[in-house]
């Protein structure tokens, strides 16, 4: 991997984006979507991840991030344990779509030697270290905004798997730390 996209700075605020395979639409269901609320909250309580801004879209999620430790290793652990609740959710959850999607995250598992049953999220975590404030205002004002260029809702601070709420005086799902 390019060393562009790798968190060498320790004290560096990253854009991040993960994807899940095939850009699949997998968080239509809340229950997908509270999965990841809980372990960003669980990352932020426990791990040392500072969550700036967030949203989780259909087949993605962006975060403005920095952490007190190590920021590979806790997404890697994000991504690790969310693959398998994700996994579990499909197999009990009310899913009209479950067969097809434990077919394709199986069958992007086999064409990678390290995944044993399945693969729910693409590899990497795509960081990309943002260095002055004009960065992370453009990086903010996209996060922000994705929910509206998608037409899920008019107004950003409408959306609420995103951290707009909170920059609007809101208390939204993730606890995070305004710029």
């Known amino acids: ?21 095939d850009w699949v639409d997998l968080f239509t ?5 509270h999965i990841i609320v809980d372990s ?6 426990h791990k040392g991840l500072k969550i700036h801004a967030w949203v989780l879209m259909s ?6 991030a ?7 290793s806790v997404m890697r652990d994000f991504k690790k344990f969310t693959s ?3 996994s579990e ?5 009310e899913e009209s779509r479950r067969h097809w999607l434990i077919t394709k995250f199986h069958f992007s598992a086999d064409r990678v030697l390290r995944n044993k049953e399945f693969k729910i999220w693409k590899d990497g975590y795509h960081p990309v270290e943002l260095q ?7 990086k903010l004002d996209y996060i922000h905004n994705n929910p509206v260029r998608a037409e899920i809702v008019a107004l950003p601070e409408q959306y609420m798997y995103s951290s707009a709420m909170d920059y609007c005086g809101e208390k939204g799902l993730v606890e995070i730390e305004k710029l």
């Open 1 to 21: 991997m390019s060393q562009k996209f790798k968190a060498n700075n320790p004290e560096g605020l990253y854009f991040i984006t993960s994807t899940i395979v």
């Open 29 to 33: 269901r809340p229950v997908y979507k």
């Open 40 to 45: 960003l909250n669980f990352c932020i309580a």
């Open 59 to 64: 087949n993605h999620i962006h975060l403005l």
């Open 66 to 72: 920095s952490c007190d430790h190590d920021l590979p």
């Open 84 to 86: 398998k609740k994700l």
């Open 89 to 93: 959710a499909m197999d009990s959850a």
């Open 132 to 138: 002055n404030n004009l960065m992370i205002e453009q």
